[in-house]
């Protein structure tokens, strides 16, 4: 069965960078565009980017564009989001999410969440 | 990047029905039929129960149901029942300026 797998998250400080990982299974990564989402304590989801099957489009929300980069390895059937600058209100759980067969826009299938934390 | 509005709570009775509002605008929920609901749990990930609009993942029960007028998509819980208790969020795609996805801020969902 789909099966995500984040990992990565700790407790870093402003300013500071840290990558996370999702390890995908059950599926074959390179047919679906993937997403990260967010789940921000009292202020519930938040939709984080997109990077298209084979990679080449990437889009991000505003509130992390320049800041963040989401990559895959189609080979290694692994989606990353690299975070750089991180400031406090990035503190959340993150979600890497996959949508439905069939449809662009179900996030169907999501990891167990890794959670970040940014304090001095 | 856009902003959709939810209500922040709708409680009914069991065996009631409730219906959750989520309005955007042109650019996106009027925009396309891309509205998802999906159903936060505490301490677990989301749920999708609603795709496109309308549609029903497998194994989401027949009582929730999706539309979508102008620009505000409704969900409906038929038949409330106790275990229907949580937060319950809605999204929308945008393709202006860039393609992107917005979350509505969530609605609690008591049951009385």
């Known amino acids: 069965q789909v099966q995500l797998v984040e990992s990565g998250g700790g407790e870093v400080q402003p300013g500071r960078s840290l990558g996370l990982s999702c390890e995908a299974s059950g599926f074959t990564l390179s047919t679906y565009t993937m997403h990260w989402v967010r789940q921000t304590p009292g202020k519930g989801l938040e939709w984080v980017a997109l990077?298209?099957?084979?990679?080449?489009?990437?889009y991000y929300s505003d509130s992390v564009r320049a800041r963040f980069t989401i990559s895959r390895d189609n080979f290694k059937n692994t989606l990353y989001l690299q975070m750089n600058s991180l400031r406090r209100n990035d503190t959340a759980v993150y979600y890497c999410?996959?949508?439905?067969?069939?449809?662009?826009?179900?996030?169907?299938?999501w990891g167990q969440g890794t959670r970040v934390t940014v304090s001095s | 990047q856009s902003a959709l509005t939810q209500p922040a709570s709708v409680s009914g009775s069991p065996g009631q029905s409730i219906t959750i509002s989520c309005t955007g605008s042109s650019t996106d929920v009027g925009g396309s039929n891309s509205v998802s609901w999906y159903r936060l749990h505490p301490d677990r990930a989301p749920t999708l129960v609603i795709f496109e609009v309308h549609y029903r993942p497998p194994g989401v029960s027949p009582r929730f149901s999706g539309s979508k007028s102008g620009n505000t998509a409704s969900l409906t819980i038929s038949g409330l029942q106790t275990e229907d208790e949580d937060e319950y969020f809605c999204s929308s795609y945008s393709r202006t300026p860039t393609p992107h996805f917005v979350f509505g801020p969530g609605t609690t969902v008591t049951v009385l």
């Open positions: 990077i298209s099957s084979d990679g080449t489009e990437r």
């Open positions: 999410v996959r949508p439905s067969s069939g449809s662009y826009y179900g996030f169907e299938f």
